[in-house]
């Protein structure tokens, strides 16, 4: 267990870290921890009885340009990394998509905002599929839909950083009320995209599995007030109906088509036939708890975003900046909820066995290792 904490904390400690520097300098940093750690951390899992390992492949540096030529290196890089893994009789799974959309789609078309998104990312997702399906045999499409616009499109604390007022600071333009909706909507067609493209062309050959990984935090109500319950329950459909609602069903929350209205971009009946059952498993990136109170008074605000339409209290908005600190600091409440405890993590369990079908499910990340230095780490950077 220590070996694996020593792991955790130097990579962890450096993502954290990472986010608050220009992406030119956070790419060098990494390159040289990576030069330094990569292989023998390979070495050190092997040697601590590890035999799955989960990493992203960034999709700027397989296809700079986001589409067309693809970078020769990029490729040799992940060949190798695969290889040693497998080497050491540890299995790939594979992420396509962490937040790092390549530049130019961002500049040429706004990024998830466009439905362009869908194809450049399922011509992105093919080249994977070609290039490393015959050794990668779980791939998750995207990483965390459910909160990635949020982060980027509603609060803007990270990339593109678009947002308006007064959901957001220092915003370079944007809609909080609407575009984290196209995002996600976009996000969810492209991973079905992805998924079809994959069992269609790739899954008998190569024998591997496909899926996406949502966060995971559990909504506990903040009393026994029937109405925090509701909220409570409400938080749930927002929070991980929001994608898992579709993949199962083919429609979104019926209070999330409620309570939003119109914003939200609706599911044509071939949408909804890609979307549901587009899935071989579900990961989860589970955390923390959130103590939910009801406000639905809320709803008469006639300019709402995520949070507002949800009709529910949280005591501070989730970014992520609270999320670094809250996954590396001592058990205690942290913006309004609690490190995860292993209570909050079986209610989550159970609440995707009773009301989505029991589908097979991977925790892809917790606070297992709790990184003490990286809160200083993390602001004093």
């Not at 955790?8 to 750690?37: D, E, I, K, M, P």
């Not at 890089?77 to 937040?99: A, K, M, R, W």
């Not at 007064?166 to 998924?195: K, R, W």
Request: aromatic share 14%; charged share 20%.
């Amino acid at each position: 267990m220590e070996k694996r904490c020593q792991f955790s904390q130097s990579l962890l400690s450096l993502l954290c870290t990472l986010s608050f520097y220009s992406v030119s300098v956070a790419a060098l940093r990494f390159y040289l921890w990576c030069r330094s750690f990569c292989i023998p951390d390979i070495k050190l899992m092997h040697e601590t009885g590890l035999d799955a390992y989960r990493f992203s492949i960034a999709w700027p540096r397989l296809i700079p340009d986001g589409r067309g030529k693809v970078n020769a290196k990029g490729l040799e890089y992940y060949n190798n990394f695969i290889d040693e893994l497998l080497s050491y009789g540890i299995q790939p799974h594979v992420t396509l998509y962490h937040f790092d959309l390549p530049l130019a789609l961002q500049e040429e078309y706004n990024g998830q905002l466009s439905p362009k998104f869908i194809d450049d990312f399922t011509a992105y997702a093919n080249v994977c599929f070609k290039a490393f399906g015959d050794r990668v045999k779980y791939w998750v499409t995207v990483n965390e839909p459910n909160i990635e616009p949020i982060g980027a499109y509603d609060q803007g604390f990270i990339p593109p950083r678009r947002c308006s007022y007064p959901f957001g600071v220092n915003c370079t333009g944007g809609n909080s009320t609407v575009e984290p909706y196209i995002v996600a909507h976009h996000s969810l067609l492209a991973h079905a995209s992805a998924v079809n493209l994959y069992k269609e062309k790739y899954q008998e050959k190569q024998g591997g599995k496909i899926g996406i990984t949502l966060l995971g935090a559990w909504s506990e109500p903040a009393t026994e007030n029937p109405d925090d319950i509701a909220a409570a329950r409400r938080m749930l459909d927002f929070h991980i109906g929001w994608m898992l609602h579709p993949l199962v069903y083919g429609t979104y929350p019926p209070v999330m088509r409620k309570n939003v209205g119109s914003r939200l971009p609706s599911l044509s009946e071939e949408d909804s036939r890609r979307v549901k059952g587009s899935f071989d498993f579900v990961g989860f990136n589970h955390y923390s708890v959130w103590y939910v109170q009801a406000d639905t008074s809320q709803l008469e605000n006639p300019v709402r975003d995520y949070m507002l339409d949800a009709a529910v209290k949280i005591p501070a908005h989730v970014n992520f900046l609270s999320f670094c600190l809250l996954i590396t600091s001592t058990p205690r409440k942290v913006t309004g909820g609690e490190q995860t405890t292993l209570w909050a993590l079986i209610k989550l369990l159970d609440h995707i066995k009773v009301y989505y079908g029991n589908p097979p499910v991977m925790i892809h990340e917790n606070d297992l290792c709790r990184v003490e230095f990286a809160y200083q780490r993390v602001i004093t950077s």
